[in-house]
Each structure stands twice: as C-alpha cells, then as structure tokens.
C-alpha cells in the first residue's frame, strides 16, 4: 500500500516555482521568448518586465560566442540590410553562415551607431532604432530647426542646415538616448549661425524630442562613441577657420555638455581617424596611417584623464601575416568588440566575406570568413551593396516602446 502510495505521488505535477521559471528564462534566446510571452498573461508579463529584461541582457553577454551586426546600404533603393552571424570561440578562419534580420527601407544615410545593449540607431532620413534581435524598429518623429527663416536680410537666400547625430546609453537609468544637432547658418547675416540640440528617450511612451536649453555651440564631425554613459564625438567650436577642433562630451545622463583640448593635428582633423573604447578610455585611431615608414603600424592616442585632458601616445604593429588587413582598398575598420578587438570589414559585399578581429594587447589577429551573403536575393546587383557597420552585438528582449 505504501508502494502505491509512492508511485501516486511521483504522478502528481509538480509545480515550479515562478521565480525558477524566470530565472531559466534568462538563459533562452529571444526568438523563444517571443513565443513563449503567449504561454500566459504571467509569463508575458515577466518576460516584458524591466528587471527580466536587464538579467537578460547580462546572461546573453555573458555567452562564449561572438554576434556581429553587419549593416549594408543598397545604393540603388537605399534599403538597409541588416544580418547577424554568430562566432564561436574558436572561429579562427572557419566559414561561418549569416541570417538575414531584416531590410528597412529608406534614405542612403551611412550613419550607423555602435550596438549599445542590444539596441542601434541609424539615420533613415528620420532616424530609426533597431531591436535586431527582435527584428523590430521604431522611426523617430522628424526634427526641423525651430529658428524661423526671417534672419536672412534676403529672403530669395535659403539658410544652409546641417544635422548630426548620436547613440547613448545611460546606465543609471538604463536608458537609450538619441542627441540630434541643428545647424543653421544663414550667409548675409554673421550673427545667424544657431545651434539647437534635442534629445529623444526610447522606451519611455513618449514621442517628443525634448529641446537642451542654452546648448554649446559646436561644428560635429559626422562620428560618435559611447563610453560609460558618455558620448564623445570632434568638432568644431566655431566657424574661425585658425580654431583647432576639440572633443565633446555629452554625458548621456544628466544630458550636459564638455569640451576637451585636443592638441595633436594627427588626432584632432583628419578624417582618416576615428573613435573607440580602449581599457575603458575614449581613444583615437589612425588606423590607415604612416609611423616612420612603418606601414602596418596603428596610432592611437588615449584620453586618460578627462579633467585634466591629458592624453597619452601609442603605436602597436600589425603582424606580418595579417597585414592585408590594412589594404585601404578592401577593408575599412567598422567598430571593435566588447573585449576591445578592432573589427576590419571588407569594404563591398563579397563571397566570401571576411573579417578581422585584431586583438591590440596580445598584438594578435584572427580572420573570419563569413560565407552565403551573396545568396541572399538582393535587388539589383550585389555590387551596390555598400558596408556601413559590422560591430558585436548582444541579444535584447527589450522593447522601443
């Protein structure tokens, strides 16, 4: 009788507890959460809820393999194609397959931010931000220059209008933020140069730019980086031809504003550098540069100390074997990985294609090829097919909404 008992028992469902299931949750890919937010009201509602989404995020970056985000323009119907490919740990030359995530039509804008947490933003005429993982997007209301047109003495001469844009994160609040530069500047008039900058939150419910009163003057560089809560991005403090070029810094969180000398002509105007996270530190990279004859070598100066703007030199060789890397004509450095890899990209969408991941401590590279790119149906020709930004990702259950 005790035996039957027994065995009865063992039938009876057992039931787990919610926060076991909401812990195991963590641990699947966000393709099976969208399916399983339909299991029940409860689960639905963990599953959206800020606090899984957080825990989320920090098991999926705490994965072995490496997710790129590879992002290409169709320069015949400017739609943005977006994959994603996933690198195991010892990837080292082995081909490897990408899914397509998905194509969103629009302007041929090449502005593609950084993967910040799961999310990025791209300039789509009106600018956009992607859940890749997902496979959402949101486009952002249009802005347009408050100043009205009467500064011009003229009214035949339209005023010249130029915008910039930039990607952050704020980890106090675990917010995305958008900063959006306007730059009017009317010729007759000399006083007619006016800056506004706006500022917009994903996730919040509300779709309104909110305007930064009494914003810097500044001329941006059409580039940016988020480090730590804080955008950092060159730019010109005013229109004085003899100015030199200073770092700005916008911290994301108490959406305020700082500039930073920059006083090496190597770092602070050529275009042929560009922004990145090193040990922590914002660092400038001239990547397609000369040092003393040294053709495979890589510049950078590192900021160290912010207050103080104090910057530090450094120069670090390509290996020999890895030197094709650094063909200006084939590939372009596109971001670096969370480990502080530099990613090298091919320029064109090609069969096969092929990135590197430079490790700058160890002074070592890896090459991955990435195979079937070409078989996806693209319209028109692959030819036109333009590389904006190949970065790491990690996968994000959270909603732009």
């Not at 010249?160 to 010729?187: E, M, Q, S, Y």
């Not at 540069?289 to 100390?305: F, K, P, S, Y």
Request: overall charge negative; charged content about 20%; glycine content about 4%.
């Amino acid at each position: 009788m005790g035996l039957e008992e027994t065995e009865e028992d063992n039938t009876r469902p057992v039931s787990i507890p919610h926060e076991l299931i909401s812990e195991i949750l963590t641990r699947l890919p966000v393709k099976s959460l969208a399916r399983f937010q339909s299991v029940s009201t409860q689960w639905d509602s963990t599953i959206t809820h800020p606090s899984f989404c957080i825990s989320h995020l920090t098991h999926s970056a705490s994965r072995a393999s490496t997710t790129l985000i590879l992002t290409f323009i169709n320069r015949f119907t400017s739609d943005r194609n977006i994959f994603s490919v996933s690198i195991p740990p010892n990837g080292n030359g082995s081909g490897v397959n990408p899914t397509r995530v998905l194509t969103i039509p629009g302007f041929a804008h090449p502005f593609v931010s950084q993967s910040l947490n799961g999310l990025i933003c791209l300039n789509m005429g009106s600018m956009c931000v992607c859940n890749p993982s997902t496979r959402k997007f949101v486009k952002l209301p249009w802005t347009q220059t408050e100043v009205a047109d009467k500064r011009c003495l003229q009214p035949q001469v339209a005023p010249i209008r130029h915008r910039a844009n930039a990607f952050g994160f704020d980890p106090v609040t675990n917010a995305h933020k958008v900063l959006d530069t306007w730059i009017t500047c009317h010729d007759n008039d000399e006083n007619g140069i006016i800056i506004e900058q706006r500022v917009f939150t994903i996730g919040t419910g509300c779709d309104k730019w909110r305007r930064i009163a009494e914003g810097p003057s500044y001329f941006p560089f059409n580039e940016s980086v988020c480090i730590n809560g804080k955008i950092y991005f060159r730019a010109y403090p005013s229109m004085i031809a003899s100015e030199k070029p200073v770092m700005v810094v916008f911290d994301v969180h108490s959406e305020e504003f700082q500039f930073i000398q920059m006083n090496d002509d190597l770092i602070s105007d050529s275009e042929d550098t560009v922004l990145m996270e090193h040990d922590g530190h914002l660092a400038i990279v001239d990547h397609q540069g000369v040092t003393n004859g040294e053709v495979n070598a890589i510049q950078m100066r590192v900021l160290i100390d912010e207050k103080d703007g104090k910057w530090v030199k450094k120069c670090v060789k390509i290996p020999e074997k890895h030197s094709e890397m650094k063909d200006r004509q084939r590939f372009i450095f596109t971001g670096t990985t969370f480990t502080g890899e530099m990613i090298f990209a091919e320029r064109k969408l090609v069969n096969p294609f092929h990135v590197f991941f430079y490790d700058i401590k160890k002074n070592e590279a890896k090459k991955v090829k990435i195979c079937g790119l070409t078989e996806f149906d693209f319209s028109y020709s692959n030819v036109l097919m333009n590389v904006t930004s190949v970065n790491e990702h990690v996968e994000s259950i959270k909603s732009l909404t």
